[in-house]
Every structure is written in structure tokens, then in C-alpha cells.
């Protein structure tokens, strides 16, 4: 029964797909991200304030597609002047899906323009001081969440819709203690930071961050209590080109392998053993860079090898077990006797190639099944 149960659980689980977002901490920094950008994530939230200011940020939610940018106020009296400068008049439609507030007076929000021209999107609203709060102050930590509960409560009555919370804590079995504590209390699901912003800018740093983050709060993610996540970046990766899309093609890669999020390509590979008779370790490290690169250069395509399932390519050295893994493929390759590889596809072996060949060969399988998938050259 206990197993039954797992299984249940796992596979209600890996249902919720998360939603993955993007922080901008400056709008003057939008000119900086690449249009693909957008095919990677749901949503892109920019400080109001800043360089730019309350203009620049109005002209990115001119720009951008429909409810892709969410602008972070200090205050609701901030919403009427975005509102209007967005261009919602006279029976338009509302450029912003979502608006996020600062916790200061949120009884003071108005759901409405004076002339009742504007109707509120979604809130959320985002605390900051929360952060300030030490983690053995327990009296601290309850009384700030009681107040964040009063405040989603005093906006429930005034009409405010669609209500999220997003808190920042250094501390992520803080983060994780607090979204629960939110969640039973008011119904209201929390954005998770995936990790916060830092000094450290060197790669390994990053990814350490990165990394730390995911698995502290995959209990957030998998329990249900949340299923959005807002990828802050340190400010210095702004500064460095394509170090913000790797940042984001890492959160992705991590989300997909919790089954949080639709994968684009996987590939397995052997450990090796004293029955591959291959260089096999070459062979996956070319055939992987060959992947990720055939990958990225989709551009907006990349969405439609995800809803179809992504690509899945198998490495394996030898036909003991090579097969059964390389058959479960789109594309694989099982080592065989005398230097040679049996090349599988979708299942079935097609051809055997040299050593010397599989690389290419496989390259062009992969090429066969990513355009298979989304209906088009590469």
C-alpha cells in the first residue's frame, strides 16, 4: 500500500508544471536581453523604479507580448500612473496580465481608475522586509506573517483578484517554513526567489547558488504550495553577455530534471564498464555539445520540440545493455563488437556504422527527429 501511495503521490507531482520568471532589477537593462528570451520564460518582472523609470517601463509593456511584463511598484498609489501610460483607455485591452505591489499600504490599492476605466490584473504582493527578520526571532518571523495575512485579507475585501505572495528570505528552510505557513492560512500561493541576488559572479559561484536554491525549495515546488519560480540573477550577470540566458537555460534544465517543466533534449549515457569496447566518452561529449548547439539554434521553435515531448538521445558502449536503453531513444547508439555501433531510431535499429562514424551519424539522426517534431528545417 505504501508503495501504491508513492507512486500516486509522484504522479501527482509531476502533473504541476512550473511557470518560470524572469527578475529584472533595472528597466534600463531591458535593451540588453534577446528576444528569445520570451520562448524561455513566462514572464519578465521589472522594477518600476530605476533607470528609466515608470516611462521605460510602460514602453517595454508596449513592446513585449501580451502579459509578459510584470511591473514591481513601491506603492498601490504607483498602479494609476502605469496603468495609464500602458495605454489602456477607452475599452482597450490591459497591456499587463499581472501587477506586483510592495507590502506597505495595501488598503490603500484601488481596484479601479476614479472613472472606473481600469480594472486591476492579478496582484502580488512582494515583501521585503521579511528578509531583515533573523531566523531564531520566531516572534518576528510569526508577527510579519500575520501581517502579510492581514494585508491579502483587507485586499480580498476591497476586490483585489488572483492574489500571490512573494517573499524574500536568505534563508531557504525559512522560505520553505513561511510559504507553507501562507499557504494554510490564506490559500495563497507564494513565488519562489530561485535564488537571491549576490556579489558572486564567477560561473561556479553561480551555479552553486543556483543549484543550493533548487533543492532547498523543491520542497515548495513539489508539495503544491507554489508551482512559479522568479529567477533572480546577480545584478554583475546583467553585465555579461549571455551570462542572464545561460542562467535561465540552467533553471530550466533543473526544473526539467524535477519534472517541473517541459524538457527541449535529454541525452543518457553509460558510466562505461569493461565491456564497452568504444571511446565512448568522446562520443557523448560530441554528441551532447552537437545537441545543446542543434537545441539553441531552434529559436522559437524550441517551444515545439518541448510540447511535443523534446528530443531524447542515448549514448551507450556496449549490446548487453546498450540496447534496451538506445530502443527507448528517439535516437541512440548501442556499441557493439569490433569498433562498430548499432544506430537506433524511435525504437528500431536502422543501420551499423564504424566508431569513426557514429558521431556524424548520429548528429544526422538527431537532425531527422528534431525536424520530425517540429515540422520544419533546422
Known sequence: MACRCAAILR?????????????LPEPGLYEALPDILYNDITELWIEAE???????????????????????LSSSADLLPVADASGEAAGEKALIDRVAIRLEDPVSFLSKTPDGRWTTPSVCL???????????????????????????TALREIGARKLSLLLFHPDPVIQLKSSRFISQKTGIRTIVPLYQE???????????????????????????????ILLRPALEQYHKEGAVQEAVQKAKLILAA?????????????????????????AARSIKAQLERLVSDLGPKKRLLEESGGVKVAVMGCNVNGPGEAAGADIGVAGGKN????????????????????????????????EDKTGGEI
Open 339 to 370: 569498433g562498430t555501433g548499432t544506430i537506433f531510431k524511435f525504437g528500431k535499429p536502422v543501420k551499423t556504422v564504424t566508431e569513426a562514424e557514429i558521431v556524424p551519424e548520429m548528429i544526422r539522426g538527431m537532425i531527422e527527429v528534431i
Open 258 to 282: 524535477m519534472d517541473l517543466t517541459p524538457k527541449s533534449h535529454e541525452l543518457i549515457s553509460c558510466p562505461t564498464c569493461g565491456r564497452c569496447l568504444l571511446d565512448l566518452s568522446h
Open 126 to 152: 512582494v515583501d521585503d522586509r521579511y528578509r531583515d527578520i533573523e531566523r531564531d526571532d520566531e516572534g518576528g518571523l510569526r508577527r510579519r506573517l500575520e501581517e502579510i495575512q492581514a494585508a491579502a
Open 50 to 72: 530605476g533607470s528609466g523609470g515608470f516611462g521605460c517601463v510602460t514602453e517595454i509593456i508596449r513592446a513585449a507580448p501580451y502579459g509578459k511584463i510584470v511591473p514591481i
Open 11 to 23: 504522479s501527482t507531482v509531476m502533473k504541476q508544471k512550473a511557470l518560470l520568471h524572469l527578475y
Open 198 to 228: 549576490s556579489g558572486n559572479d564567477t560561473t561556479e559561484e553561480v551555479e552553486g547558488l543556483l543549484v543550493d536554491s533548487a533543492i532547498h525549495l523543491s520542497g515548495v515546488l513539489s508539495s503544491g504550495i507554489s508551482n512559479e
